[in-house]
């Protein structure tokens, strides 16, 4: 089992360019989202899913865009690309109940110069 | 909404010396409460879970937290560390708003062992 997969594992923007963060995952687990991690700030809920066809917004959504065509890919946009998202993001994904844990792919590290 | 707070941004111990991190949590209900544990450039991976079942969990590694609902607390301990425990600590609280398994996490306790 791969797990969760992300890709890239880094990238470099230039501020105003898009890009797509890749995450799948080969459990089966309805639960997607994704978080930002930040020096200090623990890691933040940018968008989540519950389900093919369902998202909904996080603590930090600004900037960001999601869409869950399937069960096994979610990927995060950003739309264009600001200094303030340099961070790393990690995607997760768990079965659809509150004490499932959560299995998280290696991370993205973005920089935005 | 809820939260967690971890006393402690960075915690040092030496080798073979018990480990204490803490984490408090802020819930109106009765909390799913988790820690994780992240090593350099990797994800976080689950250490343990309370789920109501007993107050004190056992987990990886020689790791277990105690659920206290008097003092808010589930903190995390391992009574003898070793080298390869260095690594960053995260505390998470689960909320079930809006379904699914949405956690929020504390600012995390970076753990240096030395020798």
């Known amino acids: 089992n791969a797990g969760v997969t992300q890709t890239p594992k880094f990238q470099v923007l230039k501020t105003g360019q898009s890009m797509t963060l890749q995450c799948a995952q080969d459990?089966?687990?309805?639960?997607m989202s994704w978080y930002r991690q930040d020096p200090g700030m623990g890691l933040r809920l940018i968008h989540y899913?519950?389900?093919?066809?369902?998202?909904d917004q996080g603590e930090v959504p600004n900037g960001y865009n999601v869409s869950r065509s399937t069960t096994e890919d979610f990927p995060l946009r950003l739309l264009s690309a600001a200094p303030s998202q340099t961070s790393v993001y990690f995607c997760?994904?768990?079965?659809?109940?509150?004490?499932?844990?959560?299995?998280f792919g290696n991370g993205t590290r973005l920089t935005v110069t | 909404a809820q939260s967690v707070t971890q006393l402690g941004s960075h915690v040092s111990v030496s080798e073979g010396a018990l480990v204490l991190l803490r984490c408090n949590y802020s819930?109106?209900?009765?909390?799913?409460l988790f820690w994780y544990v992240q090593y350099p450039n990797q994800g976080l991976q689950l250490l343990l879970k309370?789920?109501?079942?007993?107050?004190l969990v056992k987990g990886i590694n020689g790791f277990e937290a105690e659920f206290k609902k008097s003092e808010t607390s589930f903190h995390l301990t391992k009574p003898s560390a070793h080298m390869s425990d260095a690594a960053e600590y995260f505390c998470?609280?689960?909320?079930?708003?809006?379904?699914?398994?949405?956690?929020?996490f504390g600012t995390g306790t970076q753990l240096k062992v030395e020798l």
């Open positions: 459990m089966n687990h309805e639960y």
């Open positions: 309370y789920t109501s079942a007993a107050t």
């Open positions: 819930s109106s209900v009765p909390p799913y």
């Open positions: 998470a609280v689960s909320d079930e708003a809006g379904g699914g398994n949405k956690l929020t």
């Open positions: 899913s519950v389900g093919a066809g369902i998202t």
């Open positions: 997760a994904s768990s079965y659809s109940i509150a004490n499932s844990p959560l299995h």
